[in-house]
């Protein structure tokens, strides 16, 4: 009786928790073998949302089903030169208790460097990357479609090997692969993100051939999800920036835009995007 007492008490517990966010540096192990470091994180529904971001503008949504287990997050690596000392025995750092030992002998991927590295090379924001990953696969990296799209950004075996991805499921070379095709969409419908999504989904030549979203159910609601989920991300980013913006104003006593602003502002694309896609 004291037994099932104590399990159902923790059962409580981890309820409990689980129902209030968690402010921490740690890392969400997936079981598809990513790893994503954030900040806090909450539950939603039947979905677990990882702020990446410290003032909570950034996240991603994963299935909470898909989740492993949680960890402390690492510390930054400090490069120090080679000896016996630093490498073995006394002086080599233990590797962080709260891994499992079954789990450290498998690899690794952290997603969110591996999107920020392939947004970096192509010029585009991180948080597009995501909700397109997020609405082509889950962050499954596995994941294959039943017209034979394959890996987190969903690329056909000719559109990867056009691409020069041997191996749709390698996570970074997906990843680089499907974020280098959209920036080419994106160029080839002048920024146009609507258009360039779809293209994404349906190929260029259904865009060209309607003269926009093609009329077809699927795409016009893949279109719809991913500018929903992004435009959630960069209204939150708003929100967090506006207190700020706010004091900075109120200390200089202005509210002018300096010519530097006003000349990236010309320069970069729109952040939002008007949730219609006909």
Not at 36 to 60: P, W
Not at 61 to 78: G, L
Not at 86 to 91: A, P, Q
């Amino acid at each position: 009786m004291k037994v099932r007492l104590s399990q159902y008490v923790a059962w409580i517990v981890t309820l409990a928790v689980a129902a209030f966010p968690c402010f921490a540096g740690e890392v969400a192990v997936l079981k598809n073998g990513f790893a994503i470091k954030h900040e806090r994180r909450e539950i939603v529904g039947d979905l677990t949302r990882l702020y990446v971001s410290a003032d909570g503008s950034s996240f991603v949504d994963v299935p909470t089903a898909d989740i492993e287990h949680f960890e402390a997050a690492p510390e930054e690596p400090v490069e120090q030169p080679p000896s016996a000392d630093n490498t073995r025995g006394v002086g080599a750092k233990p590797v962080s208790s709260g891994r499992p030992a079954a789990f450290s002998a498998r690899p690794v991927t952290n997603l969110s460097q591996v999107v920020n590295e392939a947004s970096g090379r192509y010029r585009l924001d991180p948080d597009l990357v995501n909700s397109v990953i997020k609405v082509e696969s889950g962050f499954n990296v596995r994941a294959v479609s039943p017209k034979g799209a394959q890996g987190l950004m969903q690329l056909m075996p000719g559109t990867a090997s056009q691409l020069g991805v041997p191996n749709a499921f390698d996570p970074q070379a997906n990843v680089d692969g499907g974020t280098r095709y959209l920036r080419e969409l994106l160029e080839r419908y002048n920024f146009d993100l609507v258009k360039a999504l779809a293209a994404y989904n349906a190929g260029p030549q259904r865009v060209e051939q309607f003269g926009g979203v093609p009329p077809y159910y699927e795409t016009r609601a893949y279109v719809a999800r991913i500018v929903k989920d992004f435009n959630k991300k960069k209204i939150a980013q708003g929100k967090a920036s506006a207190p700020q913006n706010n004091v900075a104003q109120k200390k200089s006593g202005r509210t002018k835009t300096s010519p530097a602003a006003k000349s990236n502002s010309k320069s970069a694309p729109r952040t939002t995007v008007a949730a219609k896609s006909e």
